[in-house]
């Protein structure tokens, strides 16, 4: 697609219950990053992947989050045990390189609410 | 922590000039500016960035202090689509490994 995208737009899960976000990134970027926006404040960074590198993970909250990047392109975020405070937008976002003088473009996000 | 301080609100007249200061004083010299802005429920758009020289582009200026401690991004003739969050972030070029890290911005409110 031209663009990043995001899937589910919108999710509702039950407490407790393991949700996954996917991002189909654009092609050929190799920087892949993902944030949490909860509502009325900033992107808090949670996890961003660059080409064969170890993914950086240091925004990561909890073991309850995690991140894959197959194959270097589609990335999946997997919440799981899911509480109250987990919701939020999850937005996606890749750009050619995390180093080089590269803009990043964001997805629309998934809207996550735990009920 | 941040590396950046912005004002948490702007407002500005519509067909104005919007100048939105940034403060970077410990930004290191492989250290880019860039400028980015949330428009509400949408994703993060980029919009300019530099690292010494005054940069234009088709949607706003950014002005770099000569000691790059702080930076202006100016956009024009402010319309109400410019209404968003608008961040500054200085983040290291060239250097893989290296995530975008937002702050909290400022709010822009143009009116009519």
């Known amino acids: 697609g031209a663009g990043v995208s995001q899937s589910p737009s919108n999710k509702v899960t039950e407490k407790g219950k393991d949700v996954e976000l996917r991002c189909d990134p654009i092609?050929?970027?190799?920087?892949l990053y993902w944030y949490r926006q909860r509502l009325g404040q900033g992107l808090e960074f949670l996890i961003y992947?660059?080409?064969?590198?170890?993914?950086?993970k240091s925004g990561l909250p909890s073991d309850r989050f995690s991140a894959e990047r197959t194959g270097g392109s589609v990335s999946t975020l997997t919440i799981q045990r899911t509480q109250q405070e987990d919701s939020a937008v999850y937005l996606c976002?890749?750009?050619?390189?995390?180093?080089?003088?590269?803009?990043?473009?964001f997805g629309q996000g998934t809207r996550l609410t735990v009920v | 922590d941040a590396k950046t301080t912005q004002p948490p609100s702007m407002d500005c007249a519509e067909g104005r000039a919007a100048n939105l200061p940034c403060n970077h004083s410990?930004?290191?010299?492989?250290?880019?500016v860039y400028w980015y802005r949330q428009i509400h429920s949408q994703g993060p758009q980029y919009i300019i960035h530099g690292l010494k020289n005054n940069e234009t582009n088709e949607m706003a200026s950014l002005i770099i202090t000569e000691d790059r401690k702080s930076s202006t991004l100016i956009l024009p003739h402010a319309t109400l689509r410019d209404t968003a969050v608008y961040y500054c972030?200085?983040?290291?070029?060239?250097?893989?490994?290296?995530?975008?890290?937002f702050g909290k911005g400022t709010t822009l409110s143009v009116s009519s």
């Open positions: 976002a890749s750009s050619l390189a995390t180093g080089g003088l590269t803009e990043a473009f």
């Open positions: 410990t930004i290191s010299g492989n250290e880019y």
């Open positions: 972030i200085v983040r290291v070029a060239n250097q893989a490994g290296t995530a975008l890290i």
């Open positions: 992947f660059q080409g064969n590198s170890a993914p950086d």
């Open positions: 092609s050929g970027h190799t920087a």
